[in-house]
């Protein structure tokens, strides 16, 4: 009798289908890792039989002049019960469905319908020292992979179990080797592990290769081969039943002729089996970014995260600023989105940039009315007025003991512009807040407050770096922010703010910002904080928000200063710290959901010469 003779099973097995959103593993910190491990035990608890389906595509990712070689891997999860409630799960129809059909079989290889060669190597004698995440090992060379779990019953289980463990048991009698007592070991902390929580599943595990000679499909084999061998996995390539592995076909007599330990596992050890595994990020629709610590091209969409906040942090110069140009510019490319920026250093509105990027520079200028009147904001509704009375004191550095009185006044008030309110307050005789804001009145501040609201139709980025004052600077940028949330609304908007350390010292605009951001949310807008000295924007509850609720950061080049930010905000491990704090231009940590990986932005040529900042301005 041969190892696999497989009783055909023909019926056809229904499952619902799942793709399951990857994340990196090897990465992570052990207790992450136990974290995804368990959950994923609970998951093969939670139904009666679960298949896994592993895809690797190999591609080529062209980018302009460049083309690099891709694997695409994805990952399914099929079960006969409804919605699992693990991991990042989305209802698909059958991933199977579309594969390639058998066209002709050979003993141990077999054709198929896409002309290419396939073979199914099949592992069993599953050691006690498989690691977490072991199938990752395989996801570069094998084409496809398949694994089945299915739950046995409690009480057949334990049935199993002790007749198994009589069975090893009276060979200990006889003559002692280190491998049946092993044997008899495993059983015995078997059955204490089934006797309590957790469950034990006859486990399939099947890995497709595929070639286009037979020396791929060897040189693949041996490569496949030797992975398992180091783990001590039996692994094997089953003849005249290549058809039917290829097909999933699994059966419990097929495998009858292996003692239990070995096609059985436990659900406490079936962690290990953890598969959705990633270390690329390759977002379907995204943006090609750059490459990846193991060279592959990394493709991002902001809109595959759950929120669509990206903050860029790096020191001057590590090329914060080129990055967020590229994005942008690539972005366009892509995707239907209206840009908006705020440019302190007027690097986005310089001809060269804006006509790259496809946008309209506005150059705000010293004197010039800009109407962006608080008050008439809070009328219309962009701002409830208690914000509004916080944002005001910000930027005049009203005290704190002074701040009630303000809201009061402000919240009560009937001014309709912010001329009105400065008279109210001279009406009440109020020289103490005064003091303060009688500079609303006059020049620089008036003329931001005066005259018709600045157009902001289009795809549009307000240079402010010649309103050299920089109070001036976050005045205008916080109440132009208000102005766009207009746009906001419509949808599809990106609102970018580069150099926005500047704002660090305003809690109420941080607070603004993040607003904004958590509104835009709603209607697909991504909103983009650029900045410098990250630990000042931590430093306020308000700036932690925006560093901790960004779904993607992308860390690049950082000072030692940082590194409690990194630690806290980001997770990072001290190695991780300090690659960033030697990285050079572009290079950098992207985080982003689930991923963390490394990453150097590509630039092109034409970008770089377009983009670069000269060391005269
Ligand atoms: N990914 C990159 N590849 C090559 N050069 C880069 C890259 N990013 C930045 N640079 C170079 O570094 C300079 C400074 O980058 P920039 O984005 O202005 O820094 P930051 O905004 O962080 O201060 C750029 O003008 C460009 O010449
Ligand atoms: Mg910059």
Do not use: C, H
Not at 323 to 350: A, C, Q, S
């Amino acid at each position: 009798m041969g190892l696999f003779n497989l009783k055909m099973n023909n019926k056809v097995e229904t499952y619902k289908w799942y793709e399951v959103e990857p994340s990196p593993f090897q990465l992570l910190a052990q207790e992450d890792q136990d974290r995804l491990t368990n959950n994923f035990t609970q998951l093969l608890n939670s139904v009666n039989e679960a298949a896994i389906y592993v895809k690797n595509v190999f591609d080529f990712y062209e980018y302009e002049d460049s083309r690099y070689p891709v694997i695409i891997t994805k990952f399914y999860f099929g079960a006969k019960e409804n919605t699992p409630g693990f991991f990042n799960m989305k209802d698909i129809t059958d991933p199977l469905k579309d594969r390639p059909t058998v066209t002709y079989e050979y003993p141990d290889k077999i054709v198929l319908s896409d002309g290419s060669l396939a073979k199914v190597l099949v592992t069993y004698n599953y050691s006690d020292y498989l690691p977490d995440g072991f199938l990752f090992e395989y996801y570069g060379i094998a084409d496809e992979i398949f694994v089945k779990f299915k739950q046995v019953d409690q009480y057949k289980a334990m049935k199993m179990l002790s007749a198994a463990r009589l069975r090893a048991e009276s060979l200990l009698g006889n003559r002692v080797t280190p491998e049946t007592e092993r044997k008899v070991q495993k059983l015995r902390d078997l059955s204490t592990i089934i006797g309590g929580s957790a469950r034990l599943f006859e486990v399939y595990l099947y890995i497709v290769i595929k070639g286009k000679t037979n020396g791929e499909l060897l040189e693949k084999e041996k490569r496949i081969k030797e992975i398992a061998n180091a783990r001590l996995l039996s692994i094997e390539v089953p003849k005249y039943i290549q058809r039917e592995l290829y097909e999933f076909k699994t059966s419990v007599s097929a495998f009858t002729s292996f003692s239990i330990e070995k096609n059985f596992i436990d659900s406490i050890s079936a962690g290990a089996f953890y598969p959705f595994i990633s270390e690329d990020l390759i977002d379907e629709n995204g943006v090609f970014l750059g490459i990846s610590g193991s060279n592959s091209p990394v493709i991002f969409n902001p809109y595959s995260r759950n929120n669509y906040n990206i903050v860029i942090l790096g020191e001057t110069g590590s090329g914060k600023s080129m990055t967020t140009k590229v994005f942008l510019r690539r972005l366009r490319k892509k995707m239907n989105i209206e840009i908006n920026g705020i440019d302190p250093e007027n690097e986005y509105v310089k001809d060269v940039v804006a006509k790259e990027l496809n946008v309209t520079p506005v150059l705000i200028k010293p004197g010039q009315k800009l109407g962006l009147d608080l008050m008439k904001f809070v009328r219309e509704g962009f701002i409830d007025a208690t914000d509004a009375a916080e944002l005001i004191a910000d930027l005049y550095y009203v005290p704190q003991e002074l701040r009630p009185r303000l809201r009061r006044l402000f919240v009560s008030s009937d001014a309709d512009t912010i001329f009105q309110f400065i008279d109210e307050l001279k009406e009440n005789k109020a020289e103490d807040l005064l003091k303060y804001l009688d500079a609303v009145e006059s020049p620089p501040d008036s003329y931001v407050y005066d005259g018709i609201p600045i157009d902001i139709s289009g795809n549009i980025v307000f240079g402010i770096k010649e309103l050299r004052n920089q109070r001036l600077k976050v005045v205008v940028s916080s109440l132009l922010t208000l102005l766009l949330q207009k746009k906001i609304l419509s949808g599809r908007q990106l609102l970018f703010v580069d150099e926005a350390w500047i704002f660090s010292e305003y809690p109420a605009v941080l607070n603004l910002l993040q607003e904004v951001a958590r509104r835009g949310r709603k209607y697909g807008d991504i909103f983009m904080y650029i900045t410098q000295r990250p630990w000042d924007v931590y430093n306020t509850p308000e700036g932690r928000t925006i560093l901790e609720q960004a779904a993607t950061a992308i860390l690049l080049r950082q000072r030692a200063a940082a590194t409690e930010v990194l630690q806290k905000a980001y997770n990072l491990s001290q190695a991780e710290i300090d690659y960033l704090l030697s990285a050079n231009q572009g290079q950098g940590i992207i985080r982003a959901g689930n991923y963390k990986l490394t990453l150097q932005i590509l630039v092109t040529q034409e970008e770089l010469e377009k983009f670069s900042t000269s060391p005269a301005i």
